[in-house]
């Protein structure tokens, strides 16, 4: 996601929006929803000069608006989506180029909201025949995924969405690299999760610095989680309460069914920025960059001539 500053005179905004008492940006915020703040709802938010019937701005997408107070701005949040898994190699090298880059550019990770889902190509064993049992459960099968993906949705009938999520969940498992991939799965999320920014539930940057290490110069090994909690930041001890109790595999499972909320995917890394599918070798930077509206963070400098990388897909 990445936070575009419209700066607009005090006096206008309470003007465009014909608020006494109170600026804009705080009528704003107060009308938020819950679900706008996860980034559920896909709106249109147009200002308009009430006094000379002028637009001054029009903008639509998935989005939450933030008030900062303290200088008058309104912050339009848009959100972006990486769908991973632990060790698949093509999510390494990404790990290691395009979200490395990202992070070390300066000031560009604070323009920046990343929901990071670390479910990848992973899928739940199910037996009816309307749903996708699989001819060798607990072996990966790609076809298996993709009907899993078609039919495992939120608006599956009650009884097949349980038997995607719901039962025995946590023994259903089936990853496309085998159990120490599903279990590297739970280290990431729990790792996000818990040190997810909760306003609007993205990563954190705590949490993006244990996954550059974990899953980028660590490849994904779990004998690297204590080292990676350290570095960044992280109870290690609660870390793996996290990964190894309920609440790891509730988690996950809210990963597996946003995962499947963006369709069935091509393979993994699957980025999405501001609601469109950034193209295999195009640059994250240099989209996230060209996204900022207004002045641009020093790490955006030369974004226009980053050169994309080269990207495969598990």
Request: some cysteine; aromatic content about 8%; overall charge negative.
């Amino acid at each position: 996601m990445f936070k575009k500053k419209l700066v607009v005179g005090f006096l206008s905004l309470m003007l465009a929006f014909g608020l006494a008492g109170c600026d804009q940006a705080s009528r704003v915020n107060h009308n938020l929803t819950e679900e706008a703040e996860n980034f559920n709802i896909y709106r249109r938010v147009t200002v308009i000069n009430c006094i000379k019937g002028d637009t001054l701005f029009s903008i639509e997408g998935l989005m939450n608006i933030e008030a900062d107070l303290q200088d008058k701005q309104l912050e339009l949040i848009v959100e972006v989506v990486v769908l991973t898994e632990s060790l698949c190699p093509d999510c390494v090298e990404f790990a290691n180029t395009e979200f490395k880059e990202v992070l070390n550019a300066e000031g560009v990770f604070d323009h920046v909201a990343m929901r990071f889902l670390a479910w990848g190509n992973a899928y739940t064993e199910t037996y009816s025949q309307d749903l996708c049992p699989s001819p060798t459960p607990g072996k990966y099968v790609g076809s298996v995924l993709k009907c899993w993906a078609t039919h495992c949705v939120r608006n599956a009938k009650p009884e097949l969405f349980a038997e995607c999520f719901n039962t025995s969940f946590d023994t259903r498992i089936t990853c496309q690299h085998g159990e120490d991939e599903c279990f590297g799965n739970r280290i990431e999320t729990c790792a996000v999760q818990m040190t997810r920014n909760i306003t609007d539930n993205s990563m954190s940057r705590v949490g993006a610095d244990f996954i550059q290490c974990y899953l980028g110069e660590n490849h994904g090994q779990k004998d690297a989680t204590l080292r990676c909690a350290s570095r960044a930041g992280i109870d290690y001890s609660k870390l793996m309460d996290c990964v190894n109790s309920d609440k790891g595999f509730a988690y996950l499972r809210e990963v597996a069914i946003q995962t499947n909320d963006y369709g069935v995917h091509p393979g993994v890394p699957y980025v999405i920025v501001n609601d469109v599918v950034l193209p295999d070798g195009d640059s994250l930077l240099k989209a996230i960059c060209e996204d900022i509206e207004g002045d641009k963070p020093a790490g955006c400098k030369g974004y226009n001539v980053l050169k994309n990388h080269k990207k495969s897909k598990c």
